[in-house]
């Protein structure tokens, strides 16, 4: 406990010595954060619409996801700092992140179009909808809360691993804990590490909220109404049973 106690008034103490603010430690930790999960999406989220979409290419998806899921984000980091240049280490930096983040919105954007009723595909259709006002105004919205959590996923893996960014000198909490371990500071390693839950913590509960918030209003409307009418279900009376009168028998 005394460890505990020492961190947080080393957090709160404002003096970080040679090392950068906690503020701009958490700015430099969440811009290489957005910058990666911004480019994910841009590469992950339109594929994952096509694949939805058209059912076509699942399986390389997944074959894909799986490949880059298993590639150690560490490992990556330090070859294409090796192989691209101790120059270019921020973008060596991001395209580790962005590697880490691609399969988690991958998937949230497929799996939010399998998830809709093909029964609601078929009645838009049917209305004589093209496949882009099918696109854009059934599967998109009904999907969306998925692809949300797909972001949510994301960007809590990458705001943890953008930690070993310090590793090569890029600054962001991880800094605290890497210098931490070299001086043997152990107050500046756990206060490192609880401001990295902390962060993590707060973007889970941004994503929390905005991944109610984009639920369709109607099926919102539909998932209230089913749930009132299982409380109100009436409850049915067991039958009781005629005994006959000894009049009957007289």
Do not use: C
């Not at 298993?70 to 060596?92: C, N, R, Y």
Request: no cysteine; hydrophobic share 55%; glycine share 10%.
């Amino acid at each position: 406990m005394n460890l505990i106690a020492e961190a947080f008034a080393w957090i709160f103490s404002g003096d970080q010595g040679r090392l950068a603010s906690i503020p701009t430690a958490i700015l430099q930790q969440l811009a290489y954060t957005a910058v990666a999960v911004l480019i994910a999406g841009l590469v992950a989220v339109p594929l994952g619409w096509y694949i939805g979409h058209t059912g076509r290419g699942r399986d390389i998806a997944i074959a894909i996801s799986g490949a880059a899921r298993s590639i150690p984000s560490f490992g990556l980091l330090i070859l294409l700092t090796l192989v691209i240049g101790v120059v270019f280490k921020p973008q060596a930096a991001t395209i580790t992140f962005v590697v880490l983040a691609i399969p988690s919105i991958l998937a949230g954007a497929y799996t939010g179009f399998e998830a809709i009723d093909r029964r609601v595909i078929d009645a838009a259709r049917s209305m004589g909808m093209t496949q882009w006002q099918v696109l854009w105004r059934v599967e998109v919205p009904l999907g969306l809360p998925l692809l949300v959590g797909g972001f949510r996923a994301a960007t809590l893996q990458v705001v943890a691993t953008v930690t070993i960014a310090a590793y090569i000198g890029l600054g962001g909490l991880g800094q605290y804990i890497i210098t931490g371990l070299a001086l043997q500071q152990l107050p500046v390693i756990i206060g490192g590490a609880i401001l990295v839950a902390v962060l993590a913590l707060a973007l889970d509960g941004l994503f929390a909220l905005l991944q109610h918030a984009v639920v369709p209003r109607g099926v919102r409307a539909a998932a209230s109404g089913s749930r009132a009418g299982a409380k109100k279900k009436p409850r049915v009376a067991a039958p009781r049973t005629l005994e006959p009168k000894s009049a009957d028998f007289a």
